[in-house]
């Protein structure tokens, strides 16, 4: 069975203080892992898929990176309007669109 | 472009009620996905659609259904609620075929409150 571990569950910053984020993952098949940003009340929003293992993509403070086993969520010089729930998600080979999520990592950045 | 619209955006129901939620995918996406997210639980995987067809269905019991029409809209619909049914339905659509496609596209979301 396909399983997420996200930490730190909670994550206090002050602006401009770097940081990562970890998710570990056991998959049948990588078809990729995603990660996902939430606020409150909303749906998740796309960030980014990696696909394998080396295999990294930036945007704006953020990168996030991928081994065999796990992924990192850098944050480079956080602002408080990064504050958050990261998700991560693997989805397994074959045809369906299953996800399988961890459950998040709460961001807060304080000036 | 516009996003996936779910309707509606709250609901509050009685236990032993039945709800129908209601999504739009974005437009020329063909696959599905509904989730249950609950503050416990996160994330958790209802069932997907892929050209009116259910592809794939996670651990729920069979008082959730859903469908999709030809449009490829979608309704998901609750039989007989509990109280531990109370969470936030979310709705998501995906184009098919190839590397970079698999990405999900999230709606904001139903929240269903069952009292």
């Known amino acids: 069975e396909d399983q997420v571990t996200q930490s730190p569950e909670a994550l206090r910053l002050q602006e401009g203080e770097s940081s990562s984020l970890n998710c570990s993952y056991t998959?049948?098949?990588?078809?990729?892992l995603f990660w996902y940003r939430q606020d409150p009340g909303k749906g998740p929003e796309f960030l980014f898929t990696?696909?394998?293992a080396g295999e990294e993509k930036e945007k704006e403070r953020l990168k996030a990176t991928l081994t065999k086993k796990e992924s990192f969520l850098h944050i480079t010089a956080p602002k408080p309007e990064d504050s958050a729930t990261y998700l991560c998600?693997?989805?397994?080979?074959?045809?369906?669109?299953?996800?399988?999520f961890g459950t998040g990592t709460r961001l807060q950045v304080t000036l | 472009k516009a996003g996936v619209t779910q309707t509606p955006r709250y609901l509050i129901k009685t236990r032993g009620q039945q709800v129908t939620l209601s999504c739009s995918p974005i437009?020329?996406?063909?696959?599905v996905s509904w989730y249950q997210q609950t503050p416990g639980q996160g994330l958790q995987f209802l069932f997907e659609?892929?050209?009116?067809?259910?592809?794939n269905k996670g651990n729920f019991p069979g008082r959730f259904s859903g469908r999709q029409f030809s449009n490829s809209r979608s309704e998901m619909n609750v039989s007989t609620l509990e109280l531990g049914d109370s969470a936030l339905y979310l709705c998501?659509?995906?184009?098919?075929?190839?590397?970079?496609?698999?990405?999900?596209?999230f709606g904001s979301g139903t929240q269903l409150s069952v009292l």
């Open positions: 990696l696909y394998s």
């Open positions: 998959v049948s098949g990588l078809r990729g």
């Open positions: 437009s020329g996406h063909r696959s």
């Open positions: 659609y892929f050209s009116e067809t259910q592809r």
């Open positions: 998600a693997v989805r397994p080979g074959g045809t369906a669109s299953k996800l399988t």
């Open positions: 998501a659509s995906s184009l098919e075929g190839g590397r970079g496609n698999e990405k999900l596209f």
